[in-house]
């Protein structure tokens, strides 16, 4: 069983709208909690890093927020751009390993 | 190099194949992980190496599967028998250390028929 499990799997936005991406772990303990971007045919590349004890973290219009407690995090993307179309995937890691979820599929369209 | 290289980008074997992924990690960096992700799947661990070593091949599926990385530098994936359910895409990722941020690849489809 999958342990990090996110929703929606996909989901579909209009150019300058706003979404939030979920992501539930049970992955424990844990080194910090990422949030990757991947375009269709590429690699995934690091959007935000969180250690447990972070609460928000974010980087231009990607806002990430983890709560360790219920262990969830959040990603929040403001504004969207035809851009933003890909697969965002949430990754908890602890030492070396990365447990990464499905994925969630965003497309913005104009 | 300015990141990770990864070659061929697209591999089509015949089954029972043998078949060499190659990945050239970032300048430097120590660590090199390889993984396989499936079609709407979330990447899965396979192997990692600190320098030559493959700390941790825990996640390799069987035996026809092997990592080498010779001289602490670049790594090659290595499947023999190919079978159907190899086809995926493999994706190489570095770091400067253990537990660093991992920068990937652009990953090998490989399509086994």
Same mark, same amino acid.
Request: charged share 20%; aromatic share 10%; proline share 4%.
């Given at each position: 069983?999958?342990?990090?499990? #996110?929703?929606?799997?996909?989901?579909?936005?209009?150019?300058?709208?706003?979404?939030?991406? =979920?992501?539930?772990?049970?992955?424990?303990?844990?080194?910090?909690?990422?949030?990757?971007? #991947?375009?269709? +045919?590429?690699?995934?590349?690091?959007?935000?890093?969180?250690?447990?004890?972070?609460?928000?973290?974010?980087?231009?219009? &990607?806002?990430?927020?983890?709560? /360790?407690?219920?262990? #969830?995090?959040?990603?929040?993307?403001?504004?969207?751009?035809?851009?933003?179309?890909?697969?965002?995937?949430?990754?908890?890691?602890?030492? &070396?390993?990365?447990?990464?979820?499905? +994925?969630?599929?965003?497309?913005?369209?104009? | 190099? /300015?990141?990770?290289?990864?070659?061929?980008?697209?591999?089509?074997?015949?089954?029972?194949?043998?078949?060499?992924?190659?990945?050239?990690?970032?300048?430097?960096?120590? /660590?090199?992980?390889? &993984?396989? =992700?499936?079609?709407?799947?979330?990447?899965?661990?396979?192997? &990692?190496? =600190?320098?030559?070593?493959?700390?941790?091949?825990?996640?390799?599926?069987?035996? !026809?599967?092997?990592?080498?990385?010779?001289? +602490?530098?670049?790594?090659?994936?290595?499947? =023999? !028998?190919?079978?159907?359910?190899?086809?995926?895409?493999?994706?190489?990722?570095?770091?400067?250390?253990?537990? /660093?941020?991992?920068?990937?690849? #652009?990953?090998?489809?490989?399509?086994?028929?």
């Amino acid at each position: 069983k999958n342990q990090v499990e #996110q929703s929606p799997q996909s989901l579909i936005i209009l150019e300058g709208k706003n979404c939030t991406l =979920q992501c539930n772990y049970t992955v424990s303990p844990f080194s910090n909690l990422r949030w990757y971007k #991947q375009d269709t +045919g590429r690699g995934p590349v690091s959007l935000t890093i969180m250690t447990f004890s972070e609460n928000t973290k974010s980087n231009g219009r &990607y806002t990430a927020t983890l709560d /360790a407690d219920t262990k #969830q995090s959040s990603l929040h993307i403001t504004a969207s751009q035809l851009s933003d179309s890909a697969s965002y995937i949430c990754v908890v890691s602890f030492d &070396y390993k990365l447990s990464f979820g499905a +994925g969630t599929t965003v497309t913005v369209r104009a | 190099g /300015a990141g990770v290289s990864q070659t061929p980008s697209n591999k089509v074997t015949e089954k029972g194949k043998y078949v060499e992924l190659r990945c050239d990690p970032i300048s430097g960096h120590t /660590a090199l992980y390889w &993984y396989r =992700q499936s079609l709407g799947q979330g990447p899965e661990f396979l192997i &990692y190496f =600190q320098g030559t070593g493959a700390a941790d091949d825990s996640g390799l599926p069987n035996d !026809r599967f092997f990592a080498v990385r010779p001289e +602490g530098s670049v790594s090659t994936l290595k499947i =023999q !028998r190919t079978e159907r359910g190899d086809s995926a895409v493999y994706l190489c990722a570095s770091s400067l250390t253990l537990g /660093a941020e991992a920068f990937f690849g #652009q990953g090998t489809r490989l399509t086994v028929v």
